[in-house]
Each structure stands twice: as C-alpha cells, then as structure tokens.
C-alpha cells in the first residue's frame, strides 16, 4: 500500500499499473507514482536543504556527459559548480517551487553539458525535484513574441461571441505553436467532454463538436490535468527513462513534473486516434477545470522547448480568464430582456397586495421573458401555477425534496435523474430553476423547463470506451481502437440553465426578500399607527359616551317630570310627542353603553388568569333563564369546557352575548342550544350552536360591524348592535377568532379560539 498525493488530497491506495489495470480501478491509476520521465530532459531527485542527490534518470549521461551513478550520492555542486549552486540555492529559497514547478536557473553551456539548460524546481514530501531541458537556440527575441501576442489578445478581446473568441483562441495557439490541430475542448458535469472549437490542417478530419466519454480522461487525469499550467508529451512512442537506482526511495509522487512518464492507456489512446505528439493546457472558470486546449501533432513527433511553451501557456490563461466574459456577451441580450422583467416585477411588487398578485397575476410574469414551460409559486401556503407545470400534488414532492437541498437557487436539466419521483413528470417538466423564498416555511419559486430531445455525437461507441484484451488469459483493459462518429439521441433533459438565468433567479430572490422585509417594516408602523390611533377613538368614544350621559340623563328626567307633571295641559299629540323623546332617550343611554362598553375593551388592559370556562358559562346560562321564565329553553353544554387563559369579566361577556342571540334571534317553540369544545385542535375552538332564524350569507361579516343590526328596531327584542362587534373585539384582543357557520332558517353556530394560531385556515374549514 502507498500513501499518494494528488492535489491536496492524500489517499491511500493499491498501486494500479497499466499491467493490472481492471474495468474496477482503471480510474486509479496513480499515474504520478511511474518512476520514470520522458527522455527530452533530465530529472534529479534531491534531498530538500542538503540538496544531495538522491535519485538521477538514467539518461543524465546523454544530457549532462555525466553518467547518473556519478551523480546520485553527492551534492548538486558537483553538477552546477560553487556559484551556479548558491544561485540554485537562493532561487530555490525565494521562488514558489511547493507544489508547483518553477523556473529557477538558466545554466549556460559548459564543458560538461554542451547546451544551455532550463532548470525547474518542484518541492514535495521532502525531496526537491530539479528537472532540465536544452534551451531553444533558435529561439527569437522576447520582443518579437510579446508583439505577436498583443496581436492575438487584441483578436481575442474584439470577438463579440464565445464561439468567435474560442475559434481565434485555437487558431492562434495553433500559429504559436506550429501544431497540426488544436482544439478546445469542455468538461460536461459527469466527466465526460465535446470538442467546442478547433483549428487544424485542412486535410485533417474534424474533430469539432465530437463528445468523448468520461472515461477517456478519467478522474486522475483530469486532477493532473489541473495541477500544472501545460502537459506536453513531444512523441508518443518515446521509451521511459527511469529514475536510478530504483530501490534506494519510495516511489516520487511527479505530480508537477513537466518530464513526468505519462499512463501506457493515454499513449495507446493516442496511438489508436493516429497521434504522434501532444499538449494539453487546463482551462478554468472561477477555479475549477472546465476545459482543456488540446493540440495534436498526427505525422511526426513534435517537440516544443520551454521558449515556445511560455506563450502557449500565457494564451490559454487568457483564454480562461476571457472566456466567461465573452460568454456573458453570448448572454447579453437574454440578460437585458431578464433584466426589464425583473424591473417590471420589482414595481408590481410595490404596487400589489400579495406576491401572487404582483408576480403571477400580471401581464408581465414570472413566466415572462424567461426560457421555461411553466412556473409555480408557493407561498404563504397558497400554490399558484402559470404555464405548463406537474400537478399540485407532484409539486407538494418536489417542494419536500427541495427543502433537503443546501442551496437557495437550485437547477437541474435532469430532474429526471436527480429527483427519481420526477419520472412520470411529462415531458414538459424536464428541468427545473427554483428559489428558496423562506427557509421557515416551505416557499418557493419553481420554474419548469420541457425536455430538448439532442443529438450527440461521440467519438467511438460511447458504450464500450474500453476494449478488454484477454490473449494471456487476463482481463486487460485498452483504449477503444475505433473512434468513428456514433450519433445518439438524449432523452429526458431539458436545456441546461444559463449562467444569466441563475443570476436572474437569484437577484428576483433578493428583491422579494426585500420586498418582505420592507412590507414587515411598514406594516408593523402601520400597527403601530393603528394602536395609537385605536387608543385615541377609544378614549375618545369613552369619554364622549361618558360625558353625554349626563346631558341625556337630564333631558329624560325633565320629560318624566313634564310628563307628570303637565300631561293634562298636553294636547293628545304633546303626549305622544313626549313619550317619543322618552323612548329615543332611553335607545340613546342604551347605545352610550354598548359604545362605553366597547371602548373599555381598546382602553383597558386585559386580565388573563387560568379560568374554568363551565364555571363562567354557567352563572350566563341561569341569568338567561331568568331573563326569558316563558320561554322553553334547553341549552347543553358538550363535554367538560376546558381551563383558558383568559379575561373573565370579558369572556363572560362573549357567552353572555352569543347565548342571548340565540335565544333572541329563535322562533322555535323549544328553543335548543348547544355550547361545547373542541379541544383537539390547536388552540381548542369554542362554539356556540342554536336552532334559531339563521344568517344569510350575505349579511355574515356586517353582523360584526357596529349598531348594524339585521332587523328592524323593535324585532325580536330590539337591541343596539353592538353586541357582536364587542364579542369580536374581546375575542381579538385575546388572539383568537370568531367565524360562524349559518343557513336562513337553519340555525347558527359561532365559532372561536382565545389564542393565536398558525392554521387558522385550516380551522376555518373544519366542521365540528
Ligand atoms: P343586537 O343583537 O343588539 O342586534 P348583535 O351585534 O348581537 O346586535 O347582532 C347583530 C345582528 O346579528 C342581529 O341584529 C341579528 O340580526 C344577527 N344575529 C346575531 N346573532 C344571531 C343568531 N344567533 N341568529 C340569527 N341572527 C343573529
């Protein structure tokens, strides 16, 4: 077993070679663990501090005239001399040479190497690597490069779409570095890749919009890939050079060496696509590889010195660093168009009582401006739909499925794959976009996207990216030897969601959250204001109702004694007159007490204790009976009414109230009322049940506003209309609700709660 180390991560695996190499661990292949390096340069292993030499590759006689036993054992001032030395050594201090390879040293041509040598450095697990190259005699001026590469960055920074930019890219690494074909080529999300621009000779066949399986650059290729800025591989049939002796270290990890010996798959893979030379630069965006340029060399082997190399890499830097800006110019248009619906929906949404009002119920929607099918917004509980979506139930699945993803903005193409209840989801719904609205409750906005059937066209059947080699009796995997096109139609994906679009659904996020924080901030000044205000009118009201008490006092009394005392003197019509402005006096007292009554409420803090409801209802119920001896009344009272937290005096009130009405408001001979509790729901629904005249449903929610009575003055006992408006307040001042279910002639039933509860919805809807 072996301790590797690949990029940042150390694994401990069994070696794969290409010898044992299975279906199983092909993707494990510790090709960084080969012992050996390609013969255009040397590779020294030292001793990191001492910088003893501890390993050489064999071919240091052929470079260096000096044969490696010669080397390994002794100090690298035996190969560089005293002051070559202390410059390697004070580079070796000041450069960034840890996980990574650095130039450090140009070494002039002496005795014992006839050519002038590049010299890099890498440090890892101990050992300092220095690796040498011959320098480019023929290499031409600085200058002449930096001017051809203005040249090509003005090319690249003009291009007004990713495919213009990324066809110039290939185009002038191509001309820089004199390769047959060079192609830009895409990671897709599982490993697998597609030729998205190339430039090659002519006479070459095309590679261009080809897709290659996953396997083809499997996982350990890829993460090397990444590590360094460029693989350069000068012939495919080149014969390793080990590193000697063999035995005296643990196998050097060669992760960031230029030389290093690449995986006998990658070199018979070549050889199958009729490769002679190669190399490959990583691309990235926002730090992860997305893609590679890969150039080919087809008929001869072909080897580019560092002088040659150092463009090449700077060029494919730019093009990761430009690539996603001149995606974003792919993107411009759509981008401006999702931009004026935002605005749209960000001024609807200050106009607008409700999300689903400003965002669905619109001329311009969420379903506006945007590539989908349909969308669906969830919230406050309440489901509305636009477009072509699953149904109300599929939606509810996915929503439980959302809520278990980290992210606020999620998208897939492949809803398919990702959420397998998604299945008989039509094809309409292949793709989705959704944003999280709370992380409380289960808001979201969701966007649907139809399915795109695609054709994709691999090189070679993607179905056998392997050829498994069994001539000695032992499974052997080798690279596919047929790489002929082989089209074949996906199903089940919608088109991937753009970069703009994730940007859009994300902003729309951010307005709504602000457009919530804002309607909370406000409405809660409002509440406030309303308090105030409620206060004011019912100190007002209170002591306007108090005042005119006295006034009104007076004038009755005077029209007593006018009555009593001069009612001979009175035509008959006097008399009649009087008794008016007796009756009008004594409504008037008694409208001053309902508003005095229902002004205390507003005016007075409550006094909540744990009460005994029956002990309240039941001094209610005899005072009733004695109110009406004549009638026959037969009130129930349901179960045991449950201990509340509550005002007594106001409560009793409430009872006193609804009871009243439903002996008032009953014609029937037996008069029959029923008081329970439901104490299964949360918070416990108290109700009030008679057999009396009913309510339309016309007149359900007036009944509630004050002194609005359903009759005339004097039906069924007269009365101020206050009494339901009082019962409510009471009611909502203890958190609660009052609802009622009635027909006309069918009797009422009052409902409420005395606390506030979350699923008021659903308790409205309950029957009991
Ligand atoms: P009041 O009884 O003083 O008129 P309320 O506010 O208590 O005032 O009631 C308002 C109106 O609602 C009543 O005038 C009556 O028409 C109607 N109402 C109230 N309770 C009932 C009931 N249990 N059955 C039928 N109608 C009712």
Not at 391 to 419: M, Y
Not at 578 to 603: F, N, W
């Amino acid at each position: 077993m072996l301790t590797i180390e690949t990029g940042e991560t150390a694994t401990t695996l069994e070696p794969v070679t290409a010898a044992n190499v299975t279906l199983n661990n092909c993707d494990r292949e510790q090709i960084q663990l080969v012992g050996a390096i390609q013969p255009h340069g040397v590779l020294l292993v030292l001793e990191e501090g001492s910088l003893r030499i501890l390993q050489a590759s064999e071919n240091c006689g052929d470079f260096l005239n000096m044969p490696w036993e010669n080397l390994v054992g002794n100090n690298i001032d035996v190969l560089l001399g005293d002051e070559n030395g202390k410059t390697l050594r004070t580079e070796l201090a000041v450069k960034n040479i840890h996980k990574a390879m650095a130039h450090v040293l140009t070494l002039p041509s002496l005795s014992c190497y006839d050519q002038a040598l590049h010299v890099f450095a890498n440090s890892i697990n101990g050992v300092v690597l220095l690796e040498l190259e011959r320098t480019d005699p023929t290499f031409q001026t600085a200058s002449a490069v930096l001017y051809d590469l203005r040249e090509a960055m003005q090319s690249f920074q003009s291009s007004s779409s990713l495919q213009i930019f990324l066809d110039r890219a290939v185009a002038q690494i191509r001309d820089f570095s004199g390769f047959e074909r060079v192609m830009a080529y895409r990671f897709a999300a599982d490993g697998s890749g597609e030729v998205i621009a190339e430039a090659k000779l002519e006479e070459l066949e095309s590679y261009l919009s080809l897709h290659y399986p996953a396997s083809d650059i499997p996982a350990p290729a890829r993460r090397l890939f990444a590590l360094s800025p460029l693989r350069h591989l000068p012939d495919v049939d080149y014969t390793p050079v080990p590193l000697l002796p063999a035995d005296t270290i643990a196998s050097v990890d060669l992760s960031y060496v230029n030389l290093r010996s690449v995986s006998v798959m990658y070199t018979d893979y070549l050889r199958n696509m009729g490769v002679k030379a190669t190399l490959v630069m990583p691309l990235f965006k926002a730090g992860e590889l997305w893609g590679l340029i890969s150039c080919m060399q087809h008929s001869s082997p072909l080897y580019l010195p560092f002088e040659r190399r150092i463009p090449l890499e700077f060029l494919s830097q730019m093009v990761s660093q430009l690539s996603e800006s001149r995606e974003g110019l792919d993107q411009l248009e759509y981008r401006k168009r999702l931009d004026n619906v935002h605005e749209q929906l960000v001024f609807k949404m200050t106009k607008a009582d409700s999300l689903n009002q400003a965002l669905m119920q619109e001329e311009t929607n969420l379903l506006s401006g945007i590539d989908a099918s349909g969308v669906a917004l969830l919230a406050d509980a309440n489901l509305t739909l636009l477009g072509k979506t699953p149904s109300p139930k599929e939606i509810g699945n996915v929503v439980e499925w959302l809520a278990r993803q980290q992210e606020d903005v999620f998208a897939t193409h492949t809803l398919g794959v990702d959420f397998s209840d998604s299945l008989q989801f039509s094809d309409e719904s292949r793709g989705l976009l959704a944003v999280r609205l709370s992380r409380k409750s289960k808001d979201w906005l969701i966007w649907f996207r139809s399915e795109l059937v695609s054709e994709v066209h691999w090189a070679g059947d993607p179905g056998k990216p392997m050829e498994i080699d069994e001539t000695n009796g032992e499974i052997i995997l080798k690279p596919r030897a047929s790489f002929a096109r082989w089209k074949e139609s996906v199903h089940g994906q919608s088109r991937p969601w753009l970069a703009c679009e994730l940007d859009y659904a994300a902003r729309l996020r951010h307005s709504i959250f602000g457009m919530i924080v804002e309607r909370a901030w406000l409405l809660a000044q409002m509440n406030a204001e309303l308090e105030r205000s409620n206060l004011e009118l019912d100190a007002f009201a209170y002591a306007s109702s108090h005042d005119m008490k006295e006034p009104l006092r007076g004038i009755h009394n005077y029209a007593e004694f006018l009555k009593m005392e001069e009612s001979g003197r009175l035509s008959e019509t006097g008399r009649l007159r009087l008794d008016t402005i007796l009756r009008l006096t004594e409504r008037m007292a008694d409208l001053l007490d309902s508003l005095l009554q229902y002004s205390r409420i507003g005016k007075n803090k409550l006094e909540r204790h744990p009460c005994a409801i029956n002990d309240l209802v039941y001094p209610c119920i005899k005072l009733i009976k004695e109110t009406w001896p004549d009638k026959n009344i037969s009130i129930e009272i349901r179960g045991n009414l449950p201990v509340i937290d509550c005002d007594r005096v106001w409560i009793s009130t409430v009872f006193q109230n609804l009871i009243t009405n439903a002996v008032k408001y009953n014609q029937q001979p037996d008069v029959k009322i029923e008081i329970g509790c439901d104490e299964t729901c949360s918070p416990p629904v108290f109700y009030v049940r008679d057999n009396g005249i009913g309510i339309g449903q016309e007149h359900q929610n007036s009944i509630f506003e004050l002194f609005h009575r359903l009759h005339g003055r004097n039906e069924y006992g007269g009365g101020s209309g206050a009494g339901l408006t009082i019962v409510r307040r009471v009611i909502e001042r203890h958190g609660g609700q009052i609802w009622l279910k009635s027909e006309l002639g069918q009797g009422s039933t009052f409902f409420f709660t005395l606390s506030p509860a979350n699923h008021v919805r659903s308790i409205h809807h309950g029957e009991i």
